[in-house]
T-cell receptor, first 114, second 114 residues
Framework: QQQVKQSPQSLIVQKGGISIINCAYENTAFDYFPWYQQFPGKGPALLIAIRPDVSEKKEGRFTISFNKSAKQFSLHIMDSQPGDSATYFCAASERDFGNEKLTFGTGTRLTIIP | DTGVSQNPRHKITKRGQNVTFRCDPISEHNRLYWYRQTLGQGPEFLTYFQNEAQLEKSRLLSDRFSAERPKGSFSTLEIQRTEQGDSAMYLC????????????FGPGTRLTVT
């Protein structure tokens, strides 16, 4: 059972444009939603994360929008740059006071073209 | 470099052989996770340690897999009698205790079973 669904699978955006990646979850016990960025040959690295008590979080060019009632969240990359070309994963975890394992989406390969 | 390190980075083995991977977490991190990532997919949780105690194992972790974390420092993941379906990237992540803090991932060990 895929608990976090991510779309699109791949995305091509022109330099300077806005990249938008969407995720939907099923488990209402999830209460932490990070986005990870992964470059080829590297492990995932945390980009930005949100908790469900807020509807939006912005860090530089990266914004997470969160819709608790729809169980959806999205990543917006403003002014996309070639260096943003990578695979992006949304993830979610439950507050367990112990094992806060991450459940990942299937990933979006983002390519920024000049 | 004080990040999470994993060795080896690549391992090619023949079906039926045993392999062992090592993860060295960030030194002050008491929580350690193993994930498996297959091509085109997001990482999937395998197992979790808090200090030296292995507290949860995924159903993905068959009895051919065993993980240890002696003395709560480095961890090893062993796969016995490897199968072609074990070919994947094995990722290790570490974090401190307490409430949805960032999991820091290592670069992974890519296993190819021929």
């Amino acid at each position: 059972q895929q608990q976090v669904k991510q779309s699109p699978q791949s995305l091509i955006v022109q330099k300077g444009g806005i990249s938008i990646i969407n995720c939907a979850y099923e488990n209402t016990a999830f209460d932490y939603f990070p986005w990870y960025q992964q470059f080829p040959g590297k492990g995932p690295a945390l980009l930005i994360a949100i908790r469900p008590d807020v509807s939006e979080k912005k860090e530089g060019r990266f914004t997470i929008s969160f819709n608790k009632s729809a169980k959806q969240f999205s990543l917006h990359i403003m002014d996309s740059q070639p260096g943003d070309s990578a695979t992006y994963f949304c993830a979610a975890s439950e507050r367990d006071f112990g094992n806060e394992k991450l459940t990942f989406g299937t990933g979006t390969r983002l390519t920024i073209i000049p | 470099d004080t990040g999470v390190s994993q060795n080896p980075r690549h391992k090619i083995t023949k079906r039926g052989q045993n392999v062992t991977f090592r993860c060295d977490p960030i030194s002050e991190h008491n929580r350690l996770y193993w994930y498996r990532q297959t091509l085109g997919q997001g990482p999937e949780f395998l197992t979790y340690f808090q200090n030296e105690a292995q507290l949860e194992k995924s159903r993905l972790l068959s009895d051919r897999f065993s993980a240890e974390r002696p003395k709560g420092s480095f961890s090893t993941l062993e796969i016995q009698r490897t199968e072609q379906g074990d070919s994947a990237m094995y990722l290790c992540a570490s974090t401190t205790a307490g409430g949805h803090v960032e999991q820091y991932f290592g670069p992974g060990t890519r296993l190819t079973v021929t």
